[in-house]
């Protein structure tokens, strides 16, 4: 543990349970500034008024010093818990002579009333700022839920003649974000667009509206009955230009899946590697860590990942946790195979994904066949990762 994060004998996880811990030793020098802790009755009512007050210290310190006011409260000379007297030398008054028996019923009356105030005060901010990170992070969770799902409405069912215009109205409507006047008007909207950037771009026409509205869409994921279900990035200007943006730009707590910048869906390259967040709200990618179990893996043993140009089904070959090799380390970078210029390099990463896979998944991959790379973070070793590893398969449906 860092001893830069102590305060007194208390030490501390982290950097900003030590700022917390600062912040109650304020408040707590604040509090004692005219009471005499020598006092057994001072102590005790100090104590109690605390005591009614447990939202008022952020830290195990709070807990230590009303610990140590309980011990004054009952004459032990020094405190059994963790915390110091040393830490109150900086208060102007601590430690005092006994205070003067005139007017010490309206001081302590005084001060029982700001204790109780700075108390509410201090509960009421503690709870709001923990309310506000997670109700807002709920909120945001909840408006990036919602604008995935408007997304996935943008996909165009393939032009067919039992495909008719109702049936794409009526999908619009089912999904809730669209009334049935304004579902006529994207859906008259959408066929126009999407023949015309199927025709300029060769955009698959099934992703053409997507593409229209943003150019640096490479792709969607699926994983079928998961929430895996999410377009895939590609910005060679800045690779995580995504890591924190939705796909109209804006800040989105949640980012979107993204490829490396190396890779390319015009010109395939040798492994599609796309890295996606894991999500404390089980979006994005949180789904990848349940294929560490072997039943979840036979349970959903296709990736479905179409380019913006070509459609594409993917069995996994195999999956691993590894960690991100520091500079100078002897490791075997699973992140840096993108092209394979040779049969030897291909096969050595097939031969590092099989012998690194927590299963055998029966799939293997002969050199030429397009593979899928999908990586995420790990939080159960120090930089730690989670990758899935897919071929594709020789028919797609």
């Known amino acids: 543990m860092n001893n830069r994060w102590k305060i007194g004998n208390i030490s501390f996880h982290n950097k900003e349970d030590y700022k917390a811990g600062q912040r109650d030793l304020e408040r707590i020098r604040a509090i004692v500034s005219d009471v005499n802790l020598n006092n057994r009755r001072e102590a005790q009512e100090l104590y109690q008024i605390l005591k009614a007050q447990p939202f ?4 195990e310190l709070g807990i230590a010093f009303r610990s140590y006011l309980l011990d004054k409260s009952e004459g032990e000379s020094l405190s059994s818990g963790l915390f110091s007297e040393e830490l109150l030398k900086s208060s102007k008054k601590a430690n005092t002579a006994a205070v003067k028996k005139t007017g010490r019923s309206a001081d302590i009356k005084k001060r029982k009333r700001r204790m109780v105030i700075l108390g509410i005060a201090a ?23 919602r604008k995935m799902e408007e997304l996935s409405t943008s996909i165009l069912s393939p032009i067919e003649g039992e495909v008719s215009q109702e049936h794409r109205i009526a999908d619009l409507v089912a999904s809730g974000l669209y ?41 969607w994921i699926q994983i079928a009955d998961t929430i895996v279900n999410y377009p895939v990035m590609l910005t060679p ?28 869906v015009a010109e395939p390259t040798t492994n599609f590697l796309i890295y996606g967040h894991n999500m404390k709200n089980g979006s994005m990618f ?11 893996y ?30 100078g380390e002897q490791a075997y970078r699973y992140y840096e195979f993108i092209q394979a210029d040779s049969k030897k390099e291909y096969d050595e990463y097939i031969a590092f994904v099989k012998e690194q896979s927590f299963y055998e998944t029966g799939v293997t991959a002969e050199y030429g066949t397009q593979l899928i790379t999908l990586s995420t973070c790990d939080r159960s070793i120090e930089e730690g990762r989670l990758v899935v590893v897919g071929r594709k398969c020789e028919k797609n449906d």
């Not at 008022?56 to 830290?59: A, G, I, P």
């Not at 950037?197 to 509206?209: C, H, N």
């Not at 109209?248 to 707590?253: E, R, V, W």
Request: net charge negative.
């Open 123 to 145: 509960s009421l901010g503690v709870m709001l700022f923990s309310l506000y990170k997670i109700f807002s992070y709920d909120i945001l969770s909840y408006i990036s839920e």
């Open 56 to 59: 008022l210290f952020e830290t």
């Open 286 to 296: 949180s789904t990848l860590l349940k294929y560490e179990q072997e039943e979840f």
């Open 237 to 264: 200007d800045d690779e995580e230009y995504y890591l924190k943006r939705g796909f109209d730009k804006k800040s989105d707590i949640n980012g979107i899946p993204f490829m490396d910048v190396r890779c390319s």
């Open 298 to 327: 036979k349970e959903h043993p296709i990736i479905r990942f179409d380019t913006i140009y070509e459609t594409g089904q993917y069995e996994i070959v195999g999956v691993f946790r590894t960690q991100v090799a520091f500079q």
């Open 179 to 219: 009334t049935k006047e304004e579902a006529a008007v994207k859906a008259g909207q959408e066929v126009a667009e999407a023949e015309n950037v199927t025709e300029e771009s060769g955009v698959l026409y099934k992703y053409s509206v997507l593409f229209k509205r943003n150019s640096e869409l490479a792709g």
